[in-house]
């Protein structure tokens, strides 16, 4: 059995993990859906009205009740109803992505068109001035918080040059490409930015290891241009760590930047999620975390097919 369909046997037993595991959880935390809906005004319910509400919204039976009745409905597609909007939460979710699909991508543009020029920049120039003023920047992008980075191109957009930026709705690219990229282009620096030092740090430290390397310096004893040796014979084997970062961190992205979807207000995944969390939302919450496990998952083994384009030694099948 080759690799790729070891991996997707895995993918239901994580799923069926990530779905007990945040079934669970969101009921640990204090309060129910009524109390999250009707506020102080819950207080005031009888018996009888609360014993009522608690069976339309479906937390009324046991709690391993209600998960092999949600879990049941998941080989039909159904997800559960959102309390909070009073649909399918499957369409809910599909609404929201999109957003939050394009804002990673972005975000991902951003920080490997700078970052990973930056790493080769520094890696060739190393201990040269260039190679500091990299890795200053690199720890400098690392160590901003991006609330901070987001907050701060929110004030000297508004402030110093009197632009507001576009926040609280979402155009569609196909609708209007100029609205859509007015509204998403400072969170997706503000996302990439970070991502974008982190990039560069683990790119200049793979050409440095590369760089010393037995093929490089045949390489460069056949004549070859220095461009050629750094951007044809180095480069695609220095990616592989990057392509890893990258998986990663364009995993954590598709879960939704929360504190950057929430500061530009954002109608994302992840401030989605949030307010579900907030409302008590117990199907939104539950449906949201298992669509981002499984693009997690599938983009972790796109990630793994990368690494035999980028290198033809790696062989998945016999790891």
Not at 30 to 38: E, Q, R, S, V, Y
Not at 229 to 254: K, R
Request: glycine share 8%; hydrophobic share 55%.
């Amino acid at each position: 059995m080759n690799y790729v369909a070891q991996r997707l046997l895995t993918f239901p037993l994580i799923l069926l993990g990530v779905s007990v595991l945040v079934f669970v959880s969101i009921r640990l935390i204090p309060g129910d859906a009524i109390t999250a809906m009707l506020g102080t005004e819950a207080g005031l319910l009888t018996t009888e009205q609360r014993a009522v509400l608690a069976k339309y919204f479906g937390i009324d039976q046991p709690i391993w009740s209600q998960y092999f009745t949600w879990f049941g409905g998941l080989f039909q597609g159904d997800l559960g109803i959102s309390v909070t909007f009073g649909r399918p939460v499957l369409p809910v979710i599909l609404d929201h992505f999109p957003l939050t699909l394009e804002l990673a991508l972005l975000s991902m543009l951003i920080a490997l068109s700078t970052g990973v020029p930056l790493g080769v920049l520094a890696a060739t120039r190393n201990e040269r001035t260039s190679d500091l003023v990299v890795r200053v920047l690199a720890m400098l992008g690392q160590s901003t918080p991006s609330f901070v980075l987001g907050l701060l191109i929110i004030y000297f957009l508004s402030v110093v040059f009197g632009v507001v930026p576009t926040m609280g709705t979402f155009t569609p690219l196909t609708v209007d490409p100029l609205a859509n990229l007015g509204q998403l282009v400072f969170p997706a620096i503000t996302l990439g930015f970070a991502f974008a030092a982190s990039v560069t740090r683990i790119s200049r430290s793979a050409m440095l290891d590369v760089l010393g390397d037995d093929y490089i310096r045949t390489a460069r004893s056949k004549g070859a241009s220095a461009r050629s040796v750094v951007w044809a014979h180095a480069l695609p084997n220095a990616l592989i760590p990057v392509v890893t970062l990258s998986g990663v961190e364009f995993g954590y992205l598709l879960g939704g930047a929360v504190i950057v979807e929430q500061i530009f207000a954002l109608p994302g995944l992840g401030r989605l999620v949030l307010n579900a969390i907030t409302q008590r939302d117990y199907a939104l919450v539950q449906g949201s975390v298992l669509f981002v496990a499984f693009n997690f998952l599938v983009v972790n083994l796109l990630v793994d097919l990368i690494y035999v384009a980028l290198d033809p030694r790696i062989r998945l099948g016999k790891r």
